[in-house]
Nanobody, 121 residues
């Protein structure tokens, strides 16, 4: 079994910064892409950023230049550094990981439970 746990969310003023972390644990053989999504109240969940196992990254236009995704393969962790935060960044942030478990040839997707980010003065 695989578990994902996010941390680092909270309340921050506009223009501030937060760093989200997500750790994957359990019976993991190999991790491929790692992603951050967010869902604001009344809106659909959207992709914020992702990073492939070769380090290639993607960012939504709304966060380019402000957010940075990174990963630590040795620790099975993915991070999201969020700078110059805006009220419209307020949402629950979720990490998603694509991986093979031990003795499992099927590529599976796992989601974390989410962490709340609120940007408000």
């Amino acid at each position: 079994q695989v578990q994902l746990v996010e941390s680092g969310g909270g309340l921050v003023q506009p223009g501030g910064s937060l760093r989200l972390s997500c750790r994957a644990s359990g019976s993991i053989f190999s991790i491929y892409a790692m992603h951050w999504y967010r869902q604001a109240p009344g809106k659909q969940r959207e992709l914020v950023a992702d990073i492939a196992n070769n380090g290639n990254t993607y960012y939504a236009d709304s966060v380019k230049g402000r957010f940075t995704i990174s990963r630590d393969n040795a620790k099975n962790m993915v991070y999201l550094q969020m700078n110059s935060l805006k009220p419209e960044d307020t949402a629950v942030y979720y990490c998603k990981v694509d991986l093979n478990g031990d003795f499992d040839p099927i590529l599976r997707t796992y989601w974390g439970p989410g962490t709340q980010v609120t940007v408000s003065s």
